[in-house]
C-alpha cells in the first residue's frame, strides 16, 4: 500500500466522523425540542457509512492485476431518522401537551449520544494518528534517501 492511500483512507475516515460528530451535536441540541417544521417533536438522527474501493493510479494498477487486494474506505451514505418512539411524560401546563396532558419528547437518550460522541471522537484521532505516522514515515524514507 502506497503512502497515497494510506492518507486518503485516513482522511475518507477523517470525513466519515466528522459528519457523524455533526449529527450527534444536532441530536444533543435538539434534546428538548417538542415541535419541528415538520410536526411532531425532533426525530433522532444516525449516520449509515459504507466500504467503498478507493480509485487505484496507474502505478497500483498493475499491483491489483497480481492479485493484491484492494484498498476500501469508508464514505457517508446517508443519514437515517431513528424508528423508536418519542418519549411521553405527563405536563399539562406544557403548550405542546395533548388533550390528555402528555407531551412528546424527542427519543434522544442523551448519554447514549454522548458514547456515541466519545466513540466518534476517538476514532477521528484513530485516523489523525494514522495521517501523522504516515507523513513521519515520509519523511524518514525521505532523510535516508538523502543519505
Do not use: C, W
Not at 492518507?7 to 457523524?20: E, K, P, V
Request: glycine share 4%; hydrophobic share 35%; no cysteine.
Amino acid at each position: 500500500m502506497s503512502f497515497q492511500t494510506t492518507l486518503r483512507i485516513s482522511a475518507a475516515g477523517m470525513s466519515a466522523q466528522r459528519h457523524r460528530l455533526n449529527v450527534i451535536a444536532s441530536n444533543l441540541a435538539n434534546l428538548q425540542t417538542t415541535r419541528t417544521p415538520e410536526g411532531g417533536p425532533y426525530q433522532r438522527k444516525d449516520v449509515i457509512f459504507q466500504t467503498k474501493p478507493l480509485v487505484v493510479d496507474s502505478q497500483n494498477e498493475s499491483l491489483m492485476e497480481s492479485g493484491q487486494q484492494k484498498s476500501l474506505s469508508v464514505e457517508m451514505v446517508k443519514v437515517i431518522t431513528d424508528s423508536r418512539p418519542p418519549i411521553m411524560k405527563y405536563q399539562p401546563e406544557h403548550p405542546d401537551a395533548d388533550p390528555q396532558g402528555y407531551v412528546a419528547y424527542p427519543n434522544v437518550n442523551a448519554i447514549e449520544e454522548m458514547v456515541n460522541m466519545l466513540s466518534a471522537t476517538r476514532s477521528y484521532e484513530a485516523n489523525l494518528t494514522m495521517m501523522k505516522t504516515t507523513k513521519d514515515m515520509v519523511n524518514k524514507t525521505i532523510e535516508i534517501l538523502k543519505v
